[in-house]
């Protein structure tokens, strides 16, 4: 009698069980040992590939039953406004065209890109439909953006959340603060708070630190936007929070 021990490696099954036949993502364990009959030469490593094989259906129908109760996500719609300087302020500064000569003030982008390399580049985006469920701050940099072209475009946001007691602060309504991958902590943003708003035309926004912004999002195939940050914020200054996993919401623009 030889007994096929739980911790021999699968390959020895040889080519009654070819490696790749159960996923890597629900490899099951090593099977119980199995007893293999000198009259059946081969027997109990078919016997072992079937288990497995078994092994792998059971795991699949059960991710799929947890895929099947898991709650669809609510869609919410949210009108786009257009974005002012009054309508935006809480979020950042809609920045127009002035006349040659201007001196600087208050009317003009109030920037921070004192943490690092500035970076200004153009970035090309394309099929951006008009629905999101996930949002993004920067607590580093005062981010702009604007459309090449004037093409009208759509940006969500939520109110900065940054704390600077860490975990000590708690939000109004119970949220509690989580810390970044940055080292900061925010509290979650309020899907109640989500704003849209369409930028139409020669100007840009200024994103104040730590705004949420989901998007750009438009109704074009593709849009060149020029885009002004720091040179490693996408590396290590990129929060993201994400309503549908979070809050069991996405949302849809309607304009």
């Known amino acids: 009698m030889q007994t096929i021990h739980p911790g021999a490696p699968c390959c020895r099954l040889g080519r009654f069980y070819r490696r790749g036949a159960v996923a890597a993502s629900a490899s099951p364990p090593c099977l119980p040992p199995l007893v293999r009959g000198s009259s059946s030469k081969g027997g109990g490593a078919v016997r072992c590939g079937k288990a497995a094989a078994a092994a792998a259906r059971s795991v699949q129908a059960a ?5 099947e109760a898991a709650p669809a996500a609510k869609m919410v719609a949210l009108r786009a406004v257009e974005a002012t300087p009054e309508s935006f302020a809480p979020f950042g500064q809609v920045i127009a065209a002035t006349p040659d000569g201007d001196e600087f003030g208050p009317h003009d982008a109030q920037l921070d890109l004192s943490r690092g390399i500035p970076r200004f580049y153009i970035m090309r985006l394309e099929k951006r439909p008009l629905k999101f469920h996930t949002i993004t701050h ?23 959340s940054i704390v600077e ?9 119970g949220r509690k603060p989580v810390q970044s991958r940055a080292g900061h902590y925010y509290l979650p943003p309020d899907p109640a708070e989500v704003r849209v708003f369409r930028v ?3 100007k840009f926004l200024k994103l104040h630190i730590g705004t949420w912004h989901a998007g750009p999002q438009f109704k074009a195939d593709a849009v060149d936007f020029y885009n002004l940050e720091l040179s490693n914020t996408n590396i290590v200054d990129h929060t993201t929070h994400d309503f549908k996993k979070d809050d069991g919401v996405t949302f849809v623009i309607e304009d």
């Open 63 to 67: 991710m799929e039953a947890v895929k």
């Open 138 to 160: 920067h607590a580093s940099v005062t981010q702009c953006l604007g459309s090449i072209g004037g093409e009208d475009w759509y940006l969500g946001v939520a109110r900065p």
């Open 165 to 173: 007691d860490g975990a000590q602060e708690h939000g109004g309504d």
């Open 200 to 202: 139409s035309g020669a």
